[in-house]
């Protein structure tokens, strides 16, 4: 078993200004010194206290088997306080409202309506124009309003997913006593625990602190959640074997407090057996409250951050050079700077795509919506875009691509063929040993289950067992059956091959010679070598004089065969996998456990891991170096906590994004350092804490389906950036030109609100519209430069029309003096609407719109409704208000002729484009 390296000491923090340092040295206790160097006074405390005596742990912690008195605990208590982890707690509601609405989009609403506000109402000698401000405010209350219910409903469900139970545990104190439990001993809420306290613990328990062992009884620890680790690790309070595991892993840390099996560490969880402990560290100075510091605090900006925030600043550079130019072109030619004031304002209000708040937020919203139907729980709703963006997917194995259990798969004889034989011999043996059982033990008794065999052991009856110790590392049982005896023992390759002198093989009993031990120990290398946990299965035919069996019985033994465990991969492992690499998202595997196992279970799911890269060589990288070989690497084998996350770091500094997958204490701050965190609902807190997605079901196929939503979700985003800044961008600089050469404005102010409005209302249906399907196959990212030459490349289309209406109204319906300006912004007005809201279904797709590729049903529905609204205006008695007309019925055949021609041209423009640049949304 290797157990991950941590070498991270841990951090310093107030608490060593009255510690339990400083409390042991007060108390100058000669049986442990702990003289102590200032970087790691804590780490230094556990080495000494994990090598020491338990008796001489008790001297250290100042405490005693009775437990500590009442006046002590509170004086404890107040000196370390509560057994408490910090963790970053919601922000109140009223900072998540406030939250909501700051974003650069926002801004530029909030200053252009304060603007408004000023001009139109303020300064409007009496006549107040209430429509823009209001138009302009309720813009934005509705963005922020929908954006903040979103992520408020979401927080608190993810909330809900903690425990509401509060978890306890049996201590020993001096002076209190519950007569259920026994003199001296009480349970209390985990929190009230202190350095110091007696701690009993059995099957099931959390490990409420970082604790050594005073006395232990076949006691097993799941440590998956702080190492990856999936099979359980057996601790004990004796010392003394600290160093033959050392010399047995030489490749792990030995100045690492993990690796001693005399400590237990806070957020693990006992498997089997009992123990007693004695406290060490409490609350935010434990392993586990090191790990929580690192994921509290403002998390860095993610691509989805960083990626509307250069869209909007190219959007607003752009604004910041047209608007100035229309008010001083209008100025200089229409000789009134009041009006070009006013005019450059709503040619501001019409260069911002102020839509965009909503249509992103109502987009993420629905994605979020569509997402919690799959049962999964959307934390931030950036996190979706950042989902569909992701081209690399880190995870960790236990827990998540596993089933973080233990899985008999193989039973096999000497030759390496599987053994019926075998594996009765290893059930009789699992069977029948009567102390808790641990994780193999349970998975040889389901396995023979599931064979239809269970039942094998009414043929026999127990005589006596040889309990497991981890001097001996195994453990027999004596049955009979039929009047013959069997002593059947099971433990360690090594071990169990020391005791045999025959083996089994094909029913026949034959020495056990130089050769057949080179082939057993052959055939446990290559199992090992495949990622197997192997046990070796042994037994002899002893004698019915006697019913009690001893550990010196165990010799002269008859080796049959080998039973090799694994934490398999989930049943949706591999095809969701596969479905990931079909999107364009390449899956690495970053894991404290080592590279053998984490190369069979990749093996095992199709991911390619030719190269490995362990948690050793990584510390001797500089980020370049680790940024080169990580986009290189598959497998990360013995990854510390602190490595994954600069694992996840080096990958997003080459451009990617990263998304991290996990479940354990060990995960949380690779979660918080990537794009897009990943959890289930069976994480531990502080993993759940740092996702910004919670699978609510154990089925990997929900990522691919995430990826889509998505990748949909950006695509409706793009589509609408895309929309907005090459069709505001058209009209605009048609309204430049025009206003260069009429002797009118082209259009008042009011008319380009009204017309702007109702665009910017025909586009709220756009989060409903789908994807082609070859755009959801690849990663998409925001790129503020493919914005902007599409912006110059399409837009000017428009241009061309508008200025082909201009020609019409001016020539064929003599709208060239300033009494018929009416005709010429009522005809521009229709002109200007329809082909800003038919050109939505020529940049939606690539394809032929309406032929190759239609809208849905909302879309559709809306561009017709704002049609016709954008040509009833002009008759109706609105228009006739803002200063339109209706038009003569010769106008709307030239109209629909410039429309087709329109279209005709932006399909020949979209096909170049394509071809050019090899992208279109």
Not at 472 to 494: I, N, Q, T, Y
Not at 699 to 712: A, K, N, Q, T
Not at 731 to 748: D, E, K, Q, R
Request: proline share 4%; charged share 20%.
């Amino acid at each position: 078993m290797v157990l991950v390296e941590i070498t991270r000491p841990y951090p310093k923090k107030r608490f060593f200004k009255s510690n339990l340092i400083e409390y042991i040295n007060m108390k100058n206790t000669p049986a442990v010194a702990v003289s102590v160097n200032q970087s790691s006074e804590v780490t230094d405390l556990l080495l000494r206290l994990g090598k020491s005596e338990p008796s001489a742990s008790l001297i250290a912690l100042h405490s005693s088997l009775s437990g500590l008195s009442m006046d002590e605990v509170a004086l404890r208590t107040e000196k370390y306080g509560k057994n408490i982890v910090a963790h970053s707690k919601p922000p109140a509601w009223w900072i998540q409202l406030t939250k909501a609405f700051i974003n650069p989009f926002t801004i530029i609403l909030l200053v252009i309506g304060t603007t408004s506000f000023t001009t139109d109402v303020i300064l409007s000698d009496g006549k107040d124009d209430w429509i823009k401000v209001v138009l302009l405010v309720g813009m934005v209350v509705l963005s922020g309003t929908l954006r903040f219910w979103q992520e408020f409903r979401s927080q608190r469900a993810a909330e809900k997913l903690k425990a509401l139970i509060q978890n306890k545990a049996l201590v020993t104190r001096s002076g209190w006593t519950e007569e259920k439990l026994g003199e001296n001993k009480c349970e209390i809420a985990v929190s009230e625990i202190v350095p110091g306290d007696i701690v009993h613990l059995s099957a099931g328990d959390m490990i409420p602190a970082d604790m050594r062992l005073l006395s232990s009884d076949d006691f097993f620890v799941s440590e998956s959640s702080l190492t990856g680790e999936s099979v359980p690790v057996e601790k004990f309070a004796n010392p003394t074997t600290v160093d033959e595991k050392a010399e047995a892993q030489k490749d792990v840390n030995t100045h690492n407090p993990l690796e001693l099996n005399t400590l237990c560490f806070l957020g693990t969880s006992v498997v089997s057996g009992y123990a007693t402990g004695i406290v060490a560290l409490t609350g935010d100075q434990t392993y586990f409250g090191s790990l929580a510091q690192n994921i509290i605090g403002e998390r860095a900006p993610t691509n989805f951050d960083k990626g509307i925030n250069k869209v909007s600043w190219v959007l607003i550079y752009f604004m910041l050079v047209m608007v100035p130019l229309v008010f001083i072109l209008n100025g200089l030619t229409k000789h009134s700077w009041h009006e070009a004031f006013f005019f450059a304002l709503a040619v501001a209000v019409g260069l911002t795509p102020e839509m965009l708040p909503l249509v992103v937020t109502a987009n993420l919203a629905k994605g979020a919506r569509s997402m919690s139907k799959k049962k999964v729980i959307v934390k931030k709703l950036n996190a979706i875009q950042n989902f569909g963006a992701m081209d690399i997917l880190c995870t960790d194995k236990t827990g998540t691509i596993t089933e973080n259990r233990v899985v008999l798969i193989r039973y096999l004889n000497l030759k390496g063929e599987a053994s019926d034989s075998v594996l009765r011999m290893a059930y009789l043996n699992s069977f029948f040993q009567t102390g808790l059982k641990n994780l193999m033990d349970q998975a040889v008794v389901e396995c023979m289950g599931t064979k239809g065999r269970e039942g094998t052991e009414l043929a026999y009856r127990k005589i006596d067992e040889i309990p497991f110790d981890f001097i001996r590392r195994r453990m027999s049982v004596v049955v009979e059956k039929d009047g013959e005896r069997l002593l059947v023992s099971k433990g360690a390759v090594r071990e169990i091959l020391g005791l045999c002198t025959k083996i089994e093989y094909e029913g026949k009993i034959i020495p056990l010679t130089s050769l057949t031990r080179k082939e057993a120990e052959a055939l446990t290398k290559n199992l090992n070598e495949d990622g197997l946990r192997v046990i070796a299965v042994a037994y002899k035919p002893v004698s019915t004089d006697k019913n009690i069996y001893s550990a010196s019985d165990e010799n002269d033994l008859i080796l049959i065969g080998y039973v090799g465990f694994l934490d398999p991969p989930k049943d949706s492992a591999k095809e969701a996998l596969k479905l990931l690499e079909q999107h364009g998202v390449n899956v690495k595997i970053i894991t404290g456990d080592n590279e053998i196992i984490t190369a069979r279970i990749g093996k095992d799911v199709e991911l390619a891991s030719s190269l490995v890269l362990l948690g050793s060589d990584i510390e001797a990288l500089s980020d370049e170096e680790l940024a080169e070989r990580a986009e290189r690497t598959t497998i990360f084998a013995r990854i510390e906590p602190m490595q994954k996350a600069r694992i996840i770091q080096a990958l997003r500094s080459k451009g990617h994004t990263v998304g991290f997958m996990g479940d354990g204490i060990n995960d949380a701050a690779a979660m918080r350092a990537s794009d897009v965190g990943i959890s289930v609902d069976t994480a531990v807190d502080i993993a759940k804490e740092a996702a910004d997605i919670i699978l609510m079901e154990n089925d990997l196929h929900i990522l691919s389906r995430g990826v889509i939503e998505g990748r949909m979700v950006f695509g409706n985003i793009i589509k609408y950036i895309k929309m907005a800044s090459s069709s505001n961008f058209g009209n605009m600089l048609s309204v430049l030109i025009a206003s260069a050469f009429l002797p009118f404005l082209p259009m008042l102010p009011v008319h380009i609100l009204i017309q702007n409005f109702l665009y910017d209302i025909s586009q709220i249906s756009v989060p409903w519209d789908r994807m082609d399907k070859d755009f959801l196959l690849i990663p998409r990212k925001w790129d503020a430069f493919g914005i902007t030459r599409f912006m110059f490349s399409i837009g000017p289309l428009s241009s061309i029309f508008d200025m082909v209406t201009f020609l019409i109204l001016w020539f064929v319906f003599s709208a060239n003096v300033p009494a018929m300006q009416s005709l010429f912004q009522s005809g521009w007005f229709i002109e200007g609407l329809l082909s800003q809201v038919l050109i939505v279904h020529m940049i939606r797709t690539k394809k032929i719109p309406f032929i190759q590729s239609i809208a849905t049903t909302p879309v559709v529905l809306m561009s017709i409704a704002i049609m016709i609204i954008g040509i009833i205006i002009p008759f109706s008695a609105l228009g006739r208000s803002v200063g339109l007309q209706g038009l003569p019925m010769s106008y709307f055949p030239l109209l629909a002729a410039t429309l087709l021609g329109y279209f005709v041209l932006v399909q020949i423009a979209k096909t170049l484009y394509v071809q050019k640049f090899k992208v279109w949304l």
